[in-house]
């Protein structure tokens, strides 16, 4: 099982209360542009529509540029495939004040691709300057250390 694409901000920007693992309906030549690893994650979300879930403002680049067809969208919603017992699940959460879906990592599993999609909360800005603090006192201490 290999990451082909990451969202290491949303660690950052939100608090993950739990994790789902989901298909993705995709083109050959899209499948064929992500194990490239040329996928981007960041700014994206998953939202309901008519009751099936959609990864929205992923952004996947054309596997051939110049042979791409005129009317390929790199950042096209793109539908998620989960059980209903899933999507009934999710979708009661993501009804509650302030918790919503964001992609965390697409990876390979066997042949398929797989995402991995998060159940988050948002973090306050004091949350994230004590991160920022503590990610600089780690890494003081380990020059500290070294020397």
Do not use: C, W
């Amino acid at each position: 099982m290999s990451v082909l694409a990451e969202n290491r901000k949303a660690y950052f920007d939100y608090e993950i209360l739990e994790k789902f693992e989901a298909g993705l309906v995709l083109s050959g030549a899209e499948v064929k542009s992500i194990r490239g690893g040329r996928m981007n994650l960041v700014g994206s979300y998953v939202n309901f529509h008519n009751g099936e879930p959609y990864l929205i403002g992923a952004s996947i680049a054309p596997y051939q540029p110049k042979n791409q067809p005129s009317d390929y969208d790199p950042s096209r919603t793109r539908k998620l495939l989960l059980n209903k017992k899933e999507i009934d699940y999710i979708s009661g959460k993501t009804k509650q004040k302030g918790l919503t879906l964001i992609p965390l990592r697409v990876y390979n599993k066997g042949r398929r691709i797989k995402i991995e999609i998060g159940l988050a909360r948002g973090k306050k800005q004091y949350d994230k300057r004590a991160a920022i603090s503590k990610r600089e006192t780690a890494r003081k201490i380990e020059y500290e250390l070294k020397q």
